[in-house]
Nanobody, 123 residues
Framework: QVQLVESGGGLVQAGGSLRLSCAASGRTVSSYVMGWFRQAPGKEREFVASIRWSGYNTYYADSVKARFTISRDNAKNTVYLQMNSLKPEDTAVYCC????????????????WGQGTQVTVSS
């Protein structure tokens, strides 16, 4: 079992920044790939970024590339999503998730999910 708890969401103006955190716990958490997904009202859940606990592989959706950065702190079992140059269309509930599949962008391939944190970007 892997438990995930997100934090760091909030309200920000367009052009601003937020940093989301995902604290992971569980006996085998280091063997998983960690991903961030988001879901806006009336839209399907979409992949944002992912990272391995070991190594330096990171993956991004085209819509956030060069604006968002995913990183990890292995000592704290925490994954971060630094979001810069935020746009109103980034407004969504952001969830972190864990998968066994490297580079997966499919939510169906993620086994564990956090509750999510709301990000609202005002224009």
């Amino acid at each position: 079992q892997v438990q995930l708890v997100e934090s760091g969401g909030g309200l920000v103006q367009a052009g601003g920044s937020l940093r989301l955190s995902c604290a992971a716990s569980g006996r085998t958490v280091s063997s998983y790939v960690m991903g961030w997904f988001r879901q806006a009202p009336g839209k399907e859940r979409e992949f944002v970024a992912s990272i391995r606990w070991s190594g330096y592989n990171t993956y991004y959706a085209d819509s956030v590339k060069a604006r968002f950065t995913i990183s990890r702190d292995n000592a704290k079992n925490t994954v971060y999503l630094q979001m810069n140059s935020l746009k109103p269309e980034d407004t969504a509930v952001y969830c972190c998730a864990a998968s066994r599949i490297l580079s997966s962008r499919l939510s169906s391939e993620y086994n564990y999910w956090g509750q999510g944190t709301q990000v609202t970007v005002s224009s």
